[in-house]
């Protein structure tokens, strides 16, 4: 029984989506709509044209997206910005109008829809095959700094609010822990007096933003490797995707995203710390990647707090995961009692490494040109 409906709910949402597809300015009617992708967050469909034309239509979530409009209204800005100055063979994402001529539509329960135009001849991978692939990614996340670089950040809706406010992690972390709802903190001491220990470290981008040595900008928010499309060819970047999250932040956050995921040795829910380690190779390809597609937009503070940016972000994700252990897992999707503690561990393993390998990442950002 419980097949059956999971079989049904998804004939519901096939048969919901092929109808939508039909509001939408296509060269030709669909003659396939099928569920595309691996993602979490949104509802995203493969549309298959009679012209052989292929579409991406997603319904955005609104539980994770409590304002989905700002949330179309950030990517209505940024793609026309971007294409406005785009150059060789980078693409941004093609919004697809109704035939209204909206930018998305709203179905009778709220929910917004949109269709971008597939990007054919390109791949989004999971993981790096060769190294030049994360290269490549950190490429593309740096020229999408330096293209939105004149871009006023302040004319964006900040999507999800506080999002990488480290100092305010911390205070829910803290929170958490003194309430130990599930009797949880007893397993994860060491890691709970771990994050303690870095209470001041929270507030060193804050504070840097204070005293004018951080800029607000255009950031991406959601810097993972499969983000970027990859020319099947050449490996070059094609386009950065996923923009629900772009919103006023810091650079070095999304540097520092890039960082935490893609420079481990191990998988982020890897139970053997033995196999977790910070790749200081890797740290160096990315790095060189990102700044030369920044093209020397990045300010000497920006550059300086690059390293912080990686550790920032690596911590606080290890917060986020432990928060959740010790609220009883109310948040990320876990396949087992102690999953989040172990996230937790591999992340705190990793700013323990980026604390021993610092002064080397300080000179490797200062070693690649602007």
Known sequence: MLQYKKILKLRVNKMNAFDVSGLFSTQTDAVSVKPYGNGHINSTFLVTAQSGKRYILQKVNGRVFKNPEQVMQNIIKVTE???????????????????????????????????????????????????????????????????????????????????????????????????????????????????????SFCSTLEESRKNGDLPLKVTHNDTKLNNVMLDKDTREPVCVIDLDTVMPGYSVNDFGDSIRFGASTAAEDEKDLSKVHFDINLYNTYAKGFLFGCGGTLTESERRLLPVGAKMMTLECGMRFLTDYLLGDTYFKTAYPEHNLVRARTQLRLVEEMEQNYDKMLDIVKSHKK
């Not at 692939?133 to 950040?153: H, I, R, T």
């Not at 809706?157 to 205070?171: A, D, G, M, Q, S």
């Open 81 to 199: 910005y971007l294409r406005s100055r785009l150059s060789g063979a980078m693409k941004t994402l093609t919004l697809v109008e109704l035939k209204n001529g909206k930018k998305y539509f709203t179905d009778e329960n709220g929910e917004i829809w949109r269709m971008y135009d597939f990007i054919e001849n390109a791949v989004s991978l999971e993981l790096p095959e060769t190294e030049n692939d994360f290269y490549q990614s950190a490429v593309a996340f740096g020229a999408f700094q330096n293209m939105l670089k004149d871009f006023p950040a302040s004319e964006l809706y900040e999507t999800i609010p506080n999002f990488h406010n480290t100092p305010l992690r911390f205070k829910s972390f803290i929170e958490a822990a003194e309430l130990n709802p599930m009797n949880r903190a007893k397993n994860a001491l060491p890691e709970i007096e771990f994050i303690k220990a870095h209470k």
